[in-house]
């Protein structure tokens, strides 16, 4: 006779953290549409997680209304205490780019001679194509600019505006 397994019960937090995990794929998968390089760019991005990085969060992790790939995610860590750039256009943020500047700093790491910090992960986006990189860009240039000035090569201070301490925050 068989014994009868017992019902699995998930332990906390594992029963809290689960349900954040994806279920598993059971209808078709609808084709990205990557019909224009903006669009191409958006999948591009969305899967490299550059709005991860890039979105302050509040408290709960929601990304911050209107703040949209503005800057001022805190990493803290080995790697120093570093905030994320802002990377639309505003002047605050990266309105002097060009396709070739995006692609140096997106490939080496370093903008002219400035080198960014290692956890702009450059070594694992260094191998996208000349085209991804190129999409990605176009899909950059679409982002709704964002007033917020953050700068690393300044001394922290508290912003008002993402409510970090982040270099540069006092000029929000
Ligand atoms: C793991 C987090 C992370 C991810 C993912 C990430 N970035 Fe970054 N990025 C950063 C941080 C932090 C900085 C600031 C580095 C510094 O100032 O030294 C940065 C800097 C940059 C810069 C330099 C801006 C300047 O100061 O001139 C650009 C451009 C950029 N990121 C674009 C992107 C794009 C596009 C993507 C997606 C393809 C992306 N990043 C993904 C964390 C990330």
């Known amino acids: 006779m068989r014994k009868q397994r017992p019902t699995t019960e998930l332990i906390?937090?594992?029963?809290?953290?689960?349900?954040?995990?994806?279920?598993?794929?059971?209808?078709?998968?609808?084709?990205?549409?990557?019909?224009?390089?903006?669009?191409?760019?958006?999948?591009?991005?969305?899967?490299?997680?550059?709005?991860?990085?890039?979105?302050?969060?509040?408290?709960h992790g929601q990304p911050l209304p209107g703040m949209d790939f503005g800057g001022g995610v805190i990493f803290d860590g080995p790697w120093g205490r570093v905030a994320s750039a802002n990377i639309t256009s505003d002047a605050s943020g990266i309105p002097y780019y060009d396709e070739a500047l995006f692609t140096q700093a997106i490939r080496t790491g370093f903008v002219k001679a400035r080198p960014l910090n290692p956890i702009m992960p450059s070594h694992t986006f260094r191998g996208?194509?000349?085209?991804?990189?190129?999409?990605?860009?176009?899909?950059?240039?679409?982002?709704?600019?964002?007033?917020?000035?953050?700068?690393?090569?300044?001394?922290?201070?508290?912003?008002?505006?993402?409510?970090?301490?982040?270099?540069?925050?006092?000029?929000n």
Do not use: W
């Not at 550059?50 to 509040?58: E, I, K, L, V």
């Open 12 to 59: 906390f937090p594992v029963n809290y953290l689960i349900r954040s995990v994806p279920k598993p794929v059971d209808a078709p998968v609808p084709q990205p549409d990557v019909s224009t390089p903006e669009k191409r760019g958006k999948y591009l991005a969305t899967i490299a997680g550059c709005g991860d990085c890039h979105t302050p969060q509040d408290a």
């Open 128 to 171: 996208m194509t000349n085209e991804d990189i190129a999409a990605v860009f176009a899909y950059v240039k679409t982002f709704k600019t964002v007033r917020h000035h953050v700068d690393n090569t300044e001394p922290p201070t508290y912003c008002q505006v993402c409510r970090q301490t982040h270099g540069g925050g006092n000029q």
